[in-house]
């Protein structure tokens, strides 16, 4: 059992440019989020998934765009990075119920230049 | 609307302190769950505790204890005998009702532990 897994973990990527971070999860469970970690700001909510073929935007959605096809994946698009988008990012996935418990994969440090 | 405030953002103890971490939250939901994440230098999350807001039981886990409070909407966090292995961010987070999977962090307090 692997978890939440995510890929590349670091990346460094020039302004412009395009890129997809991966996020897969083999535990079966319906909601999956992507967060990032900026400096004295805490962890914020990108986008998640309550399930296949559901997304829906979270707190900071601009720049990026998900969709999920499967239960297992939930891949987060760059669509042209800014230099505001260095950060750490995060997926996590949950249970749809009880206990909630979100597991994080281990991060993504992405360097826009 | 949700909220989570860690007022503190830095703490620095000697080995052996006692150290409390605060956490207010705000939310007018009924049901909602407060979590408490660790992550070390080594940058993952690590999942510490989760409280629902039906449970206003005190626990302790070894040299961890969480004291949550509905009266004055906190959830501290204490480490007795801190330790090195103790140094690193700490978050809290709230998850309210509605079905969604939002989870809400505080900024984060960074723990750092003396020898």
């Known amino acids: 059992n692997a978890g939440v897994t995510q890929t590349p973990k670091f990346q460094v990527l020039k302004t412009g440019q395009s890129m997809t971070l991966q996020c897969a999860q083999d535990?079966?469970?319906?909601?999956m989020s992507w967060y990032r970690q900026d400096p004295g700001m805490g962890l914020r909510l990108i986008h998640y998934?309550?399930?296949?073929?559901?997304?829906d935007q979270g707190e900071v959605p601009n720049g990026y765009n998900v969709s999920r096809s499967t239960t297992e994946d939930f891949p987060l698009r760059l669509l042209s990075a800014a230099p505001s988008q260095t950060s750490v990012y995060f997926c996590?996935?949950?249970?749809?119920?009880?206990?909630?418990?979100?597991?994080f994969g281990p991060g993504t440090r992405l360097t826009v230049t | 609307a949700q909220k989570v405030t860690q007022a503190q953002t830095e703490i620095s103890v000697v080995e052996k302190e006692d150290v409390t971490l605060d956490c207010v939250y705000e939310?007018?939901?009924?049901?909602?769950?407060l979590f408490w994440y660790k992550q070390p230098p080594s940058g993952e999350l690590v999942f510490l505790i989760r409280?629902?807001?039906?449970?206003?039981q005190n626990e302790i886990s070894g040299r961890y204890s969480w004291n949550f409070q509905k009266s004055t909407s906190s959830f501290n966090f204490t480490i007795t005998a801190s330790q090195v292995v103790d140094s690193a961010v700490y978050f809290c987070?709230?998850?309210?009702?509605?079905?969604?999977?939002?989870?809400?962090f505080g900024k984060g307090m960074k723990l750092t532990v003396n020898p």
């Open positions: 996590a996935s949950s249970t749809s119920g009880n206990p909630y418990e979100q597991y």
């Open positions: 535990m079966n469970h319906e909601y």
């Open positions: 998934s309550v399930g296949a073929g559901i997304t």
């Open positions: 939310t007018r939901d009924t049901t909602y769950y």
């Open positions: 409280r629902n807001s039906f449970d206003e």
């Open positions: 987070a709230l998850r309210g009702q509605g079905g969604s999977e939002k989870l809400v």
